[in-house]
C-alpha cells in the first residue's frame, strides 16, 4: 500500500451540496454529522477526480473520439478509479479500481478580520486530527510537533505566531489595543506563542509561494468551541434568483439562499493506492499514486470540486503531498 495526501487551497467559493436542508438556508454545505465542520465526502472527492482525469485525456481528441474514449476509459484512469459504468452494465466490471479517496477535511477557514487583512483559522482538534491522518498514512511527524500541539489547551482564546505580534498597530480604528483581536463580531485576547513547526506543517498543504510567511502573519488558533461557531456561522450564504426573461422580472417563488466555503479555504484528502487489481496487471501501489501526481496534477495541479461549475465555483490549486521513506520501504510497500 502506499499514502499521499492532497492539499486543496480553494481559489473560488466552493459549494459542495448536501442533500437536504432543515433551516433557512436552502441550498446548504456538506457537513460532519459529530463536529459540524465543513466538508466535501469522499465520494464527491472521487468522482471529482476522475472527471478531471477523464477530461484531460479528452482535451487533445476530436468529439468522436472524446466520446469513444468516454465510453471505453483511458488504461490509467480505469486501472486507478475502476472501470465506468458502462463497462460494469456489458460485464465488463471484475475489478475494482486502487485508488482510496477519503473525504476533504477542513484544515484551515479563512474568517474575517476587523484587525487586519482575513485570518486562517484552526483550533487544537482539527490540527490534531490532521497530524493523526498523518500518522495514519505513514508520515513521519516531529516528537516536537505533536508536543507542542498537545501544549495547545482546547479554551485558549486566540494564539497567534510570535514573530506576527509586532506588526500589530498601536492603535485599530475601534479604539482598541494591539493586544486585541477580532473574528466576524467576536473580540480576543491575543497570546503570542511559537508556531514555526505548526506553521511548517500546514504550510506543505498549500501550492503557493511564501506560504510559510502567509501563515505567519495570518494563522490564528482559537478553542475548540469557537472554531465550531465560526465553522458554523462564518461560510458565507448568498441570495439568489431567476429571471423571467419574457416579463424582465423575477420567476415567482424563484429565491433561494446557499452556503458556500470562502475563497482561501484549506482542504486535505487522504489517498491510499493498492497494486492495479485489473487483470494482467502489474502496476504498484506507488505506481497508481504516480498517476495522480504526474499525470493528474503534474502540468496543471488545479482541481474543480462540489457544484456549480458553469460559474466558475470549485477552483482549488492542489499540493501533492507524499511521505518521504527510504527506498526498501516502498519496495517492501509495493511488494
Known sequence: MASAILGLLAETSLHAGASSSTGVIDLPIQREAHTGWPCVFGSGTKGALRTAADDQRNEELDVEQALHRAA????????????????????????????????????????????????????????????????????????????????????????????????ATPQNAAGQGASKLFLEELSFTKTGRNLTLLISFLSQFMNIPQASD?????????????FAHLAQFATPVTPHIAIDNAHKRVKDGALWYEETLPPKTVLYVALQAQPSRQQESRKTAREVLRHIEVDLFGAKPYLQLGGNETVGMGWCKVAFVAPTQPDDAVQQEDG
Not at 474568517?111 to 513521519?140: E, I, M, Y
Not at 486566540?158 to 505580534?165: D, E, F, L, R, T
Not at 502567509?214 to 469557537?226: A, F, M, T
Request: net charge negative.
Open 72 to 167: 471505453s476509459g483511458a488504461p490509467w484512469v480505469n486501472e486507478v478509479f475502476g472501470p465506468p459504468l458502462s463497462n460494469l452494465a456489458s460485464g465488463d466490471g471484475s475489478y475494482a479500481g486502487a485508488l482510496s479517496v477519503g473525504d476533504a477535511r477542513l484544515l484551515l477557514l479563512p474568517v474575517r478580520s476587523l484587525t487586519g487583512h482575513f485570518k486562517w483559522v484552526a483550533c487544537p482538534a482539527n490540527l490534531r486530527r490532521a497530524v493523526a491522518d498523518c500518522q495514519r498514512l505513514g508520515f513521519a511527524v516531529s516528537p516536537t510537533l505533536q508536543a507542542e500541539l498537545e501544549k495547545l489547551a482546547p479554551d485558549e482564546e486566540a494564539i497567534i505566531h510570535k514573530a506576527s505580534a509586532g506588526t
Open 214 to 226: 502567509l501563515l505567519g502573519n495570518q494563522l490564528v488558533v482559537v478553542s475548540d468551541d469557537i
